[in-house]
């Protein structure tokens, strides 16, 4: 009866530590690089993400196609607006932004692909509990797939890789991630910006998924 009893419980703490959908603390700051299954594009930029109030801030040096650019973005989806900001110049390109936002999270859609450690396991601090997540996502022009890895404790991202007819795979890896916003002044149109136009130039509103 004991050894019943027994298998019961670990039965029962084995589901209970069986990983589930989460979502990411809603603020937070950090860095990010992007490359391409192609190799014609890497990312580096630093961000500030703000769920709440459904802003971005991306401050990104690009390369692609051999070429190098500097983009200082401000994605605002509450207002449906993306400022293009140029701060040496102190002007500003103002145009429209998808108001879908996709929060850092894992979707209610995503299957559990499995768990691991990054790093290792032989002592304690010397390896990261992570759970990657798989699924797809409807878009406006047919399917994305992607491949999410966020740490078991506290949501937080760690990699994703996503893939669609037109981009191929794009592989995201999160690091230096602090909660909270180091500077929310990032998440704030510059006073310079405040008269600048939105652009109408007959294309459809930049979204999310443009960025990652």
């Known amino acids: ?17 069986r990983p589930s959908k989460c979502r990411s603390p809603p603020l937070l700051t950090g860095s990010l690089s992007v490359s ?20 971005i801030h991306l401050n990104e040096f690009v390369h692609y196609n051999n ?45 559990l692909l499995g768990q691991a450690i990054l790093g290792a396991s032989s002592g304690i601090g010397q390896g990261l509990l992570v759970n ?14 992607y491949m999410s890895t966020v740490t078991e404790f506290g949501c937080i991202p760690v990699s994703t890789l996503f893939h669609t ?13 602090v909660i909270g916003l180091v500077d929310p002044q990032e998440l704030l149109p510059p006073s310079f910006c405040t008269d600048a136009r ?4 007959g294309e459809d ?8």
């Open 165 to 177: 007819e037109k981009t191929g795979w794009l592989v995201t890896s999160f690091f230096n991630n």
């Open 67 to 111: 070429k190098s650019h500097h983009f200082d973005l401000l994605l605002l989806f509450r207002e449906g607006v993306m400022y293009k900001i140029d701060r040496a110049n102190q002007t500003c390109i103002k145009r429209k932004l998808c108001r879908e936002f996709h929060p850092l999270q894992v979707p209610d859609n995503a299957t």
């Open 1 to 17: 009866m004991r050894c019943l009893i027994l298998l019961v419980c670990l039965a029962v703490g084995c589901l209970a530590q």
């Open 132 to 145: 990657t997540w798989t699924g797809q996502v409807k878009m406006k022009q047919g399917t994305g797939k």
């Open 205 to 212: 509103p930049v979204n999310f998924f443009s960025f990652f």
């Open 198 to 201: 939105l652009e109408e130039n």
């Open 36 to 55: 391409s299954a192609s190799e014609k594009l890497m990312v580096y930029a630093k961000y500030s993400y703000d769920a709440w109030g459904k802003r």
